[in-house]
């Protein structure tokens, strides 16, 4: 009879250990079911808590992890539109937790470290997330433009150009790379990989007139020389004096400190600017004669033999105006607000009297009439005009809803 009980005992608890994973695997498709109808009705929450049933009832049950993961994202999603974003940073940590592989879930969570500026954190994410898939040039590109979005532009670059290099030749890849890599003042990669997109696109006018201007720029690049400080990476020609020098950065410096207080913005990368002499300017980008500047994604001045200090300082607080309503707004502020901005900032700020005294002419603006206007590429005349709009409609938001309106409006374009 012992040998039997001895014999017997481990079926008897083979077979109880069955039934109980039969009923657990029940229990566990029904919280799953429960969980299902809710996210039907819209109760989020509720729904999380049926599936962390189904998971902790039976964790073997992958469809009830995978729609736990679901659920917890789409949370993370509101609250992130809500800007409750701890609530949704630890949404996406959970969801990603359970399922890693999913990237859906770690673009969110990278587009939250993107809104709250932190470097460290979008910079170790968006890593992660190309590591699971290098060969995707959709997800590569999306990860280079998050990172351009808090000025890393070196991580972007070093991305695409992983993807370029390794991989089967993407026209959107080949071209933000060949783009990033100009700004950024390396010509003979910028053309290399332009050229692989031209060939993908030979008709393509943008990438043509690029390489055009590439050709022309690389002409002027042997008279130019180098020099960085802590916020700024200048590039100036060979034969400026030390002191034009020393006199540049110390506007930009200015600039740095004056404008970033009133905008509430310090850019943490270093800032691209390229001073060229005024005739170098005008054939490498073949602008029209009142531009006295340009910026497209670096600030570029030109400087002519008998420039004044005035001017050059004008000049330069325009551009970097420009460069920081590009990067406060992801380059999606209205052209009156960009532009009007960079004229109030052009001087030590003497135009705020009038604004503060509303000293203004009251009219209704068509932001969009000055948006085309300034597209249509103006004479002179019509870009006085312009201009003279954009800094009296950005005059009067100031005068009107003050500095915390220009800044939200900024951060949050429409």
């Given at each position: 009879m012992i040998r039997v009980k001895i014999i017997l005992l481990p079926f008897l608890l083979c077979l109880l250990a069955g039934v109980l994973q039969a009923d657990n695997q029940e229990e566990s498709w029904l919280f799953n079911s429960l969980g299902i109808e809710k996210i039907r009705k819209g109760d989020i929450t509720g729904a999380i808590k049926d599936f962390e049933n189904a998971c902790r009832t039976n964790p073997f049950n992958d469809t009830a992890m995978a729609n736990l993961a679901c659920a917890r994202n789409n949370l993370g999603v509101f609250f992130?539109?809500?800007?409750?974003?701890?609530?949704?940073?630890?949404?996406?940590?959970?969801?990603?937790?359970?399922?890693?592989?999913?990237?859906?879930?770690?673009?969110?969570?990278?587009?939250?470290?993107?809104?709250?500026?932190?470097?460290?954190?979008?910079?170790?994410?968006?890593?992660?997330?190309?590591?699971?898939?290098?060969?995707?040039?959709?997800?590569?590109?999306?990860?280079?433009?998050?990172?351009?979005?808090?000025?890393?532009?070196?991580?972007?670059?070093?991305?695409?150009?992983?993807?370029?290099?390794?991989?089967?030749?993407?026209?959107?890849?080949?071209?933000?790379?060949?783009?990033?890599?100009?700004?950024?003042?390396?010509?003979?990669?910028?053309?290399?990989?332009?050229?692989?997109?031209?060939?993908?696109?030979?008709?393509?006018?943008?990438?043509?007139?690029?390489?055009?201007?590439?050709?022309?720029?690389?002409?002027?690049?042997?008279?130019?020389?180098?020099?960085?400080?802590?916020?700024?990476?200048?590039?100036?020609?060979?034969?400026?004096?030390?002191?034009?020098?020393?006199?540049?950065?110390?506007?930009?410096?200015?600039?740095?400190?004056?404008?970033?207080?009133?905008?509430?913005?310090?850019?943490?990368?270093?800032?691209?600017?390229?001073?060229?002499?005024?005739?170098?300017?005008?054939?490498?980008?073949?602008?029209?004669?009142?531009?006295?500047?340009?910026?497209?994604?670096?600030?570029k001045i030109p400087v002519s033999a008998n420039c004044s200090y005035e001017t050059l300082k004008k000049t330069i607080r325009h551009e970097y105006t420009h460069h920081l309503v590009f990067n406060l707004s992801e380059g999606k502020a209205p052209v009156w607000l960009n532009e009007g901005l960079a004229q109030i900032f052009e001087t030590d700020l003497e135009y705020l009297e009038d604004i503060y005294k509303n000293e203004l002419i009251q009219s209704d603006l068509c932001a969009k009439q000055i948006e085309l206007g300034f597209k249509s590429k103006p004479d002179s005349v019509e870009a006085k005009r312009l201009y003279a709009m954009s800094l009296n409609k950005t005059s009067q938001l100031i005068a009107n809803k003050g500095w915390g309106a220009v800044i939200n409006m900024l951060k949050l374009p429409e």
């Open positions: 992130a539109s809500e800007k409750k974003y701890p609530d949704a940073i630890r949404c996406f940590m959970a969801a990603k937790a359970q399922k890693p592989e999913d990237v859906s879930v770690r673009l969110n969570l990278l587009a939250v470290y993107i809104n709250l500026k932190n470097q460290n954190l979008a910079e170790n994410e968006a890593k992660d997330v190309v590591a699971l898939r290098p060969n995707d040039p959709e997800l590569v590109a999306k990860v280079a433009l998050a990172m351009q979005k808090i000025q890393n532009n070196e991580m972007a670059i070093e991305f695409l150009q992983q993807y370029s290099d390794n991989s089967e030749p993407n026209l959107e890849v080949l071209v933000m790379l060949g783009k990033l890599l100009y700004k950024s003042g390396d010509f003979k990669n910028s053309k290399y990989y332009l050229g692989l997109a031209s060939e993908l696109l030979p008709e393509n006018k943008e990438i043509i007139e690029l390489l055009k201007k590439i050709e022309r720029e690389v002409l002027v690049e042997d008279n130019q020389r180098k020099l960085s400080n802590v916020h700024f990476k200048l590039t100036y020609p060979a034969n400026f004096l030390p002191e034009k020098i020393e006199e540049i950065l110390e506007i930009l410096e200015e600039a740095y400190n004056e404008i970033g207080g009133y905008l509430e913005f310090y850019p943490e990368n270093l800032t691209e600017v390229t001073v060229m002499n005024n005739s170098d300017f005008r054939y490498v980008h073949e602008l029209p004669k009142w531009a006295a500047g340009m910026y497209d994604g670096t600030i």
